[in-house]
């Protein structure tokens, strides 16, 4: 008679990052060194390993590549405190800050001035960006399937929640379809961003762009939260309730409105209104002078981005509009 083999034997065996094991079914910590500071303190990069008890997909949550861009922390933590390492079926890989450096400073950067996500693959003797690049690929990346990178909108400009993915690609375009989020942009990778970077290791990624940067936006983080949840159940690795996707649009064609003089600026739209071509977005205008001058979208679509302080220049980009398929 056959023997049942002892529930130990049938779990899966423990992940290591970054030399520390993580058992199945187990929420483990791992705090990765990456440089000193100036000061002599350790900076580190801070990892939470989900490593469920049964068999599934890895996947990564990363946030703050940018280290002003916030809204991916809160969504990451959200979805993160409704895991249930004992329930789930995979592993989560979650890395709220990745540019542990740029947010200590509240800057999008590290302090060389280098741009984190301009810098992969990174190396191992590169500058500190492409150190932690390196880090994060090698660390983090090669342990997953699927990745998902969060980010805001930059310079002042705040965006609706959108994933940026290449709709030609099949197995990409279906997971942003279950992310459902308003819309879906058409965008090549960027040569030496993390998404680049994990396609080219055969990596489904997803980039996630809500809100603006230095701030939480409750609407961003919601949508990042439930169109993640949606993610990880469309993957069979949780089976909980999630909210139900709404429509989606999909665009692979957009354009910035710029202003045709330097001004105070005052907006007419809002996110995910629909314009037609012509339509008036904003208003610029001097303090004491009647005159505006008139922003208008130069094509027919959806305001997927705007400016979000008030003080612009000749040429400055004011509204991003996307034409929308179908
Ligand atoms: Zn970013």
């Known amino acids: 008679m056959a023997r049942k083999t002892p529930k130990s034997k049938i779990e899966r065996d423990p992940i290591e990052i970054a030399g520390t094991k993580v058992l199945a079914g187990r929420e483990g910590r791992v705090d990765i060194p990456v440089a000193r500071l ?37 969504i990451i933590r959200e979805v993160v405190r409704r895991l249930d390492a004992k329930e789930l079926c995979g592993t989560v890989l979650a890395v709220p800050i990745v540019n542990v450096f740029g947010l200590v400073i509240g800057s999008r950067y590290l302090p060389d001035r280098r741009d984190l996500n301009r810098s ?8 500190l960006a492409s150190r932690l690049a390196y880090l994060f690929v090698n660390e983090i990346v090669r342990h997953c399937n699927y990745g998902i990178d969060f980010h805001t909108g930059s310079g002042g400009r705040a965006n609706l929640p959108q994933l940026r993915c290449e709709l030609d690609d099949n197995p ?5 379809e279950v992310f459902a989020p308003p819309i879906i942009l058409n965008s090549k990778h960027r040569s030496g961003s993390l998404r680049d970077t994990a396609v080219g290791l055969g990596i489904t990624t997803l980039l996630f762009e809500a ?39 999909l665009s692979r064609q957009s354009t910035w409105a710029r202003s045709r003089r330097g001004g105070l600026c005052q907006m007419s739209v809002e996110l995910g209104d629909r ?46 509009v996307a034409s929308i398929e179908g």
């Open 38 to 74: 100036p000061t002599g303190t350790w900076l580190t990069l801070p990892v939470s390993v989900i490593h469920g008890r049964r068999d599934g997909p890895t996947i990564w949550l990363s946030g703050t590549l940018h280290g002003d861009e916030l809204n991916g922390i809160a």
């Open 120 to 127: 992969f693959p990174g190396s191992k003797r590169g500058s």
């Open 172 to 176: 990409t375009r279906e997971l942003a």
């Open 211 to 249: 809100g603006a940067a230095h701030h939480f936006d409750r609407k961003s983080i919601r949508t990042g939260v439930e169109g993640t949840r949606r993610v990880l159940k469309h993957l069979q690795m949780i089976d909980q309730d999630v909210v139900p996707a709404t429509p989606t649009c």
């Open 275 to 320: 314009v037609q071509e012509g339509q008036e977005l904003a208003v610029v205008f001097e303090s004491l002078s009647a005159k505006d001058s008139i922003v208008r979208s130069p094509i027919e679509g959806m305001v997927i981005g705007q400016l979000d302080h008030a003080m612009v220049n000749l040429g400055e980009a004011i509204a991003h």
